[in-house]
């Protein structure tokens, strides 16, 4: 059975009660559980997995490589704008990685424009709230289709 990971970094563990005109009101099991019907109704496994350390989410996509993962959807959080370790396992790895933000970061604050893991991931899915996720996921079912 094809398989997705999805990822989400630092403080997304919080959703629904963390900045909600920002994030929504949505919390990460919304979110899971939405992707987890999504995926079923396809014949794809879907396993998620959440961090607030840096090193943590570095094991993950290591471990996805040995795992046979066929996609990885990332929101690496604030992790986003400043860490090349991430980058770097992104890089070390050969399944594709979608990032996906809930917010557009480019409306935001400065230091959210820039994205050290968007040179390394296949595309970008930003601002559509939960959304987002739901079109990473879409965009996941299908390349694994075509795949076959
Ligand atoms: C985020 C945007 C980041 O800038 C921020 O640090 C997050 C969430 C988003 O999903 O909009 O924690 O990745």
Do not use: C, W
Request: without cysteine.
């Amino acid at each position: 059975m094809a398989k997705v990971l999805v990822m989400h970094g630092p403080n997304l563990n919080l959703l629904g009660r963390r900045e909600p005109d920002i994030y929504g009101y949505e919390t990460l099991s919304d979110i899971n559980d939405m992707l987890q019907k999504q995926a079923a109704a396809q014949g794809v496994e879907a396993d998620f997995f959440q961090s607030n350390h840096e090193g943590a989410l570095v094991d993950a996509l290591q471990q996805a490589q040995i795992d046979g993962v066929d996609f990885i959807i990332l929101n690496a959080a604030a992790y986003t704008h400043y860490s090349i370790a991430i980058r770097d396992a992104i890089a070390a790895i050969q399944v594709p990685v979608i990032e996906v933000h809930i917010s557009n970061v480019h409306t935001r604050e400065e230091f959210r424009h820039n994205s050290v893991i968007a040179p390394v991931v296949m595309g970008q899915i930003l601002g559509f709230g939960i959304d987002s996720y739901y079109a990473a996921m879409a965009v996941a079912l299908k390349k694994i289709k075509e795949k076959g």
